[in-house]
């Protein structure tokens, strides 16, 4: 792999992962610099999967350091002519931009290929797998918010199976001294053995809120269910059971903070009075997202 990638936590040190928030701290607080470093530096985008938040603060990151971006638009690409996904990165790759920004699904080709690019890549998200920069984020506004990682207790609600911010939050959280939880019901929270291990179980989700610090709803990923899985999920029993909505806000701890990585299925996570609750900070964690892309990008063309 190319040292400058950034693909999985997995890939980092737990000081990389520390610098990483200490410059995204530097960039909030001191503004983001232009520096001539960056001049003349194109980042291309590809995102075969969609995304608003992950892909817009990417290039917002890029455009405040001076560094122009190319977005590839699946809908009118030869993808649409039968390009396959490898082969649409490797004539991308063919240009030489400085950097790409990937989201990808499950292709084995795609992964290997990226694994081996010359050119750095970020990934803005791997199938259920992987979302390093979300996670980034998301510790560092649990860091702004509590003061420390270590010792704090974290519940991630929901649909944690099919979720990559699950896997990636529970690496990090973990090596950092951070306590986590899951809660939700048994077809969606079936997790592999590495994860499993680091983790403990709610199955009331009172219970866990009462417990936690920190609380990460998930959004439903219908698109990822199996058929049969589709079948066991009702929406109506999920918000009953697992939907932190306005009955449910009295059961935050006074000093616990609300997190969700978007984009929230209203109605079904989350309703909008726990959206805007004033322990909520969703918007929070997409300002910070711009910060720590930002200190991601400075790193991949340092
Ligand atoms: N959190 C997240 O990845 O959001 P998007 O899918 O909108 O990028």
């Known amino acids: 792999m190319n040292s400058f990638s950034l693909l999985d936590i997995d890939d980092l040190s737990n000081e990389q992962i520390q610098g990483f928030f200490t410059r995204a701290k530097q960039i909030k607080t001191q503004g983001f610099s232009v520096s ?3 001049g003349g530096k194109i980042c291309t985008q590809l995102f075969f999967e ?5 892909r817009l603060s990417f290039e917002m990151a890029c455009k405040r350091m001076g560094i122009s971006t190319i977005n590839f638009d699946s809908a009118g690409s030869s993808l649409m002519k039968g390009e396959t996904l490898l082969d649409t990165f490797l004539n991308v790759q063919a240009m030489k931009p400085d950097l790409m920004v990937l989201r990808f699904g499950e292709d084995k080709d795609l992964s290997a290929a990226i694994k081996s690019s010359p050119i750095p890549v970020i990934s803005g998200g791997e199938g259920k797998y992987s979302h390093p920069s979300q996670a980034l984020l998301d510790a560092f506004t649990i860091l702004e918010e509590r003061g420390q990682l270590n010792g704090e207790k974290v519940l991630i609600v929901g649909d944690v199976g099919h979720s990559r911010v699950a896997a990636s939050n529970i690496k990090l959280l973990t090596r950092f001294g951070a306590k986590v939880a899951i809660a ?13 291990t680091k983790v403990t179980r709610f199955s009331d989700l009172r219970e866990g809120m009462k417990w936690a610090n920190v609380v990460m709803a998930l959004r439903v990923q219908l698109e990822r269910m199996a058929s049969g899985t589709k079948t066991q999920f009702s929406p109506e029993r999920y918000a009953r059971e697992f939907g ?9 701890n006074k000093d616990a903070i609300l997190l969700h990585p978007g984009p929230v299925n209203q109605g079904v996570e989350l309703d909008w009075p726990a959206m805007q609750h004033s322990q909520s900070r969703i918007l929070q964690q997409v300002e910070n997202g711009v910060y720590i892309r930002s200190a991601m990008i400075e790193r991949c063309l340092s």
């Open 36 to 38: 001539s470093q960056f």
């Open 184 to 196: 939700g019901p048994d077809y969606l929270t079936e997790l592999p053995k590495d994860l499993e």
């Open 244 to 252: 932190i909505h306005q009955g449910q806000l009295s059961w935050l």
């Open 50 to 54: 969609p995304s608003t938040r992950t």
